[in-house]
């Protein structure tokens, strides 16, 4: 069964504003993921999130991680044209033991940012 | 140079063929996968090989079969192709099994008519 969901489904922003992508699980994770895919390409990872943690940056990326609420949001602040792609988030579940890599993709958010 | 590179980008076959896709990586990583990515960018894992071992093997039919000669490559055999199979397929890998940062090919457009 799909784990991430992300919302929105679709963002359009004019360039300089922020976007923000949020994302929701259902079980146990050990960390979350953000992946960036532009149009025609493979992924690209982001950023990673540790269960423990509840905040990262990256630039002028921010990731938040609420465990109870079991769901993360992306922040992109001060947007460019260059940032149009789709987001997903992959979480990694906590499976006890050796988990072997077995991220589940939600569907993404595709973001598109005006000029 | 690139870290993980698939061949054919871009495949178009007729329904009953059989189809191999390429992928090596030269990250030097003990792990790699393959994803399928559908028309509504669903990505879902399909197999992920550790040394050249098999630990992850969804339920996928049985035309699909991957090969793995050594931990550098992971090539998809897909036998009696169906239209349902037309989708993106990518091939990816990571240092280890652990789950951490996956890096992806470019992917493969498998459109069978």
């Known amino acids: 069964s799909q784990q991430g969901e992300e919302d929105p489904q679709a963002l359009s922003i004019q360039e300089g504003e922020n976007a923000t992508m949020n994302c929701s699980y259902k079980t146990s994770i050990n960390n979350l993921q953000w992946y960036r895919q532009n149009s025609g390409r493979g992924l690209v990872h982001l950023i990673l999130?540790?269960?423990?943690?509840r905040e990262k940056h990256s630039g002028r990326l921010r990731v938040t991680l609420d465990t109870s609420k079991k769901s993360s949001s992306l922040l992109i602040t001060a947007s460019r044209a260059a940032d149009t792609a789709s987001y997903f988030c992959a979480t990694l579940p906590n499976a006890g033991g050796t988990s072997y890599g077995k991220l589940t993709f939600g569907q993404g958010t595709i973001l598109t940012v005006h000029p | 140079d690139t870290a993980v590179s698939q061949t054919p980008k871009y495949l178009v076959t007729q329904m009953g063929n059989d189809k191999s896709i390429k992928c090596e990586q030269n990250l030097g990583h003990d792990t790699m996968y393959w994803y399928k990515q559908d028309s509504k960018k669903f990505l879902k894992i399909m197999f992920s090989y550790n040394n050249k071992e098999l630990i992850i093997n969804e339920t996928v039919p049985n035309r699909f079969s991957p090969k793995s000669p050594d931990k550098a490559h992971l090539n998809l055999h897909i036998n009696s192709l169906e239209l349902g199979d037309s989708a993106v397929y990518f091939c990816a890998s990571s240092q280890t099994a652990s789950g951490n940062t996956i890096y992806f090919g470019e992917g493969s457009w498998l459109t069978v008519v």
């Open positions: 999130i540790r269960s423990n943690e």
